[in-house]
């Protein structure tokens, strides 16, 4: 079963910042020298050490690096699920905890996570039950437009064993995108999902950023997700986890698959996998 294809379009969503209008330039999230160490009873694991870096307001920063280089850690010290051993977070202007309380943060895992026995629109509307908050802000997108911005309006009332996993993966992104988040943090959402439907929601979720104006940090392993997705692409090394560079992708902002053949799109490629292999 497929999901309807949606038009392409930049139009705003009420409730999120047309991205022209996103401060261009303020950092929505910037960490300094940020080190995270696990210390269990068998062993101690330097998973960040001294990584700095920042996204801008209305960014979009793919992290990539190889298995084990603290790219999930690294989002989770920003959604603070982990506190760092040592340095400074910053999430637009407050602690990564202040801005959890203040729900501006969205995380999408890898498993869409959805409850087998809430249709879709009820997995969407979840966060409203459990979160605390019982309303939307005002003008924030209502569950249904956000059905409809995923791309799947006349699918509310489907149960999630009804759906294909990219259809799950896409209610997930709905429900991230609860309350107009500013920040959305992508952990490798697409990766268990077959080739053909993984680029299809690669070109979707440039339209939704595009349209939402949302911040997106988004884990991936494949350098042609994170060139393809991403303004800028933080290429990580691993043992212990840290920056081997931040990549400028100078790509245009809309972009369809094609871009992959293009000469800049494979040059930046081979560029990408040459740090990468600087960093296993
Ligand atoms: N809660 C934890 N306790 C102990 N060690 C941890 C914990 N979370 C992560 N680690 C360790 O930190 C390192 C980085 O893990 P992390 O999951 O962030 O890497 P990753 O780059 O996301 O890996 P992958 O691409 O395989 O998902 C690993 O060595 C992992 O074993």
């Avoid at 801008?56 to 793919?62: N, Q, T």
């Avoid at 999430?91 to 026995?117: C, E, H, I, N, Y």
């Avoid at 991403?230 to 809309?254: C, H, S, W, Y």
Wanted: glycine share 10%; aromatic share 6%.
């Amino acid at each position: 079963m497929t999901a309807p294809s949606t038009a392409t379009s930049a139009l705003p969503v009420a409730g999120f910042p047309p991205a022209a209008v996103t401060a261009a330039g303020e950092p929505a999230v910037s960490c300094r020298n940020v080190t995270v160490r696990f210390v269990t009873d068998r062993r101690t694991v330097t998973a960040l050490e001294n990584v700095s870096f920042s996204v801008e307001k209305g960014g979009f920063l793919s992290l990539l690096g190889p298995s084990g280089c603290g790219k999930s850690t690294l989002l989770r010290v920003v959604a603070d699920l982990v506190s760092p051993t040592h340095g400074q977070v910053n999430v637009l202007g407050m602690t990564p905890q202040d801005a959890r309380l203040k729900r501006s943060l969205g995380f999408v895992f890898q498993d869409a996570a959805l409850l087998p026995w809430r249709t879709a629109l009820q997995n969407v509307e979840l966060p409203l039950e459990v979160g605390g908050a019982k309303k939307l802000p005002s003008g924030a997108p209502t569950p249904r437009e956000l059905m409809k911005l995923v791309g799947l309006e006349g699918w509310e009332g489907s149960f999630p064993h009804e759906l294909s996993g990219g259809m799950r993966q896409r209610v997930s992104i709905a429900r991230a995108l609860l309350g107009g988040p500013r920040i959305l943090l992508m952990d490798e959402p697409f990766g268990a999902l077959d080739e053909i439907t993984r680029d299809r929601l690669n070109e979707e979720l440039r339209r939704i950023w595009q349209e939402t104006g949302t911040t997106i940090m988004f884990v991936t392993h494949s350098v042609y997700e994170a060139l393809f997705l991403g303004e800028q692409v933080l290429v990580l090394a691993a043992n212990p986890g840290r920056v081997t560079e931040l990549v400028d992708v100078d790509l245009p902002r809309d972009r369809t698959l094609k871009i992959r053949e293009t000469a800049p799109f494979v040059s930046i490629a081979a560029e990408l996998r040459e740090l990468l292999g600087r960093g296993v």
